[in-house]
């Protein structure tokens, strides 16, 4: 066990590197799952593939068990008449029409204004340029989005495994401590709480159980990286 920086938890060091392929795999599905409602093909993947029954991340979280079972219990019964009751809840959740049910941004969740464009997402953009990732419509939709929020936490993933592999120790830490820092200070920061808003105004179990799933799959990475347990 090697020594967090101050203020986190002990981390595993091996188990939090053995993690880092699989990791890049959960959160860029997860992500996924949150940046557009589901095509009939993707749905069809899922089911086919039976993903929910071998899910890369470690799945003793209630969150995580019951994420599961709701998404491998929603994609075997998927028909495909029901795709719009799925884009219905994807637009009323995050985007309208009226007030969204679930906005999927960090800034709406954290500054007092509630409002997007705030602090937290000129904090993030920040530190997607330091691993030279960009939002795909930067100055037009906010970088803080909770779909990249997690696609970033798997490109820093990516990118410590290639480290590995490069025997880069010196990169490899980087990303591992960027992975535990941006846990902490940002997606553990407000996820759960968006996440409960998802899970609470869902009509489908796919969204429902996208939310459980997220939630676990967080506090398990973060009880491995030593950032602590996501807040209730």
Known sequence: MTAAPAGDGPIDREAWQRLQQPQAVAYHFLGRCFHAPPGAEWLATLAEARLFEAWPLPSDEADTAAGLALLAAYCERWD?????????DFNRLFVGPGEMLAPPWESVHRSKTKLTFQESTLQVRALYEAFGVQAPALHREPDDHLALELAFLATLSERAVEAAARRDGERLEGCLRAQQAFLRD?????????????ETHAETDYYRGAARLTRGSLAASARLCGAGPAPA
């Open 80 to 88: 495909p008449a029901r795709l719009g009751a799925l884009t219905w």
């Open 186 to 198: 940002h997606l553990l920061a407000w996820a759960p709480a968006c996440l409960a808003l998802v």
